[in-house]
C-alpha cells in the first residue's frame, strides 16, 4: 500500500493526571508545555527512538515510551513497515505532567497520521498505554488519554478501555515544577494498598462532584472536590512545602488543586486569568523562599490535545 505522508510533526502536550481525587481515573491537557516529536515512516518493520537535545534514551525502541507503543502498532500492521522517531524534549521527565505520555501518545497519533488514520483513539490509547509501564511499570492511562483526545477525560475502566470525554468550563492552570525529580514508580510504591471505608466515601463524593462541576460549570463545586483522602497526604511528604503552598494558593483565590500526576509538580485550577497570575506569584515566592529552583506554567485546557503541525 502507498502511504500519502512520509513524515509527520506534532506537538505532543503535557497533562495533568488524578485531578487530586480522581487517582488514575481523571486527566485533563494542558497548552504548555509540549514536546515536538517528528516521525517518519520506514520501509521496514522496526523503530527507532532518538533524542533531538542528547537526552539520552534506552536504544532498544521496546524499552522507550516512544518505541514500545509504535512496537504493538506494528503488530496490527500488515504492511512491511516501521517507524523513526525523533523527539525534541522539552517536558522534563520525572515532573508530574506526563512526560512519557506525551513521548507515548505524540508517536502514536503521528504514526496513525502517517498510517492515513487507520486506528481509533481508543486503540491509539492502549497502544499509548504501553509506553506508560515501560515508564512507571504500570499500564495506567490518565495521562495519555487527555493527551490524545485533548481536553478533560475520565478513564472508567482500562480492561477493558470505557473512555469518557468531559466538557469544562474555561479554565486557568497554573503549574510548578520544582526541579526534583519524582519518579513515578516511586512515588506509586509508598501508596497504602488499602483504604479505609470512611475515606473512601469521602474521596468518591469528591470524584462524583468533580465531574458533576465539570459538566454543570459549576466552580464553586468543581473547587469543593479537588481534596484527596487517599494519595496525596502519603506523597504530599516527597514534596517541599506542599502544604503551605496549597494553603496560599487557595487564599490567592485559586478554585483548588495539588500534586499533578504523581508530583513534584503542583497545579492550580482559577476560574480568572488574573487570580491565576497571583497564584503563580504565591508559587515563585514559596519556592524561592525555599532556595529551590523551579518552572512555573501559565496555560488552559488544551482541548485538541496531540496536534500535527506539518
Ligand atoms: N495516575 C498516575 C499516578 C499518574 O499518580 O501514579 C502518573 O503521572
Known sequence: MAFVNKKVKVAAPATVANLVCGF???????????????????????????????????????????????????????????????IHKRIKPGSGVGSSAASAAGAVVAANHLLDNRFTKDELVQFAMFGEKVASGVKHADNVTPCIFGGVTLIRSIFPLDIVPLSSPPLYVTVVHPQIEVRTADARAILKQKVLLKDAIKQWGNIAGLVAGFLKNDYDLIGRSLEDYLVEPVRSILIPGFDDLKKACKAAGALGGGISGSGPSIFMLSKEESTAKEVEKVMQQCYTQLGIDFHTYLTTINTGGVKILD
Open 24 to 86: 488514575d481515573i481523571l486527566g485533563l491537557c494542558l497548552h504548555d508545555p509540549y514536546d515536538i516529536m517528528e516521525v517518519e515512516l520506514l520501509n521496514e518493520k522496526k523503530v527507532i527512538v532518538k533524542s533531538a537535545d542528547g537526552y539520552p534514551l534506552p536504544e532498544d525502541p521496546a524499552l522507550n515510551t516512544a518505541g514500545a507503543p509504535l512496537l504493538e502498532m506494528l503488530k496490527e500492521v500488515e504492511d512491511n513497515i516501521g517507524f523513526s522517531v525523533l
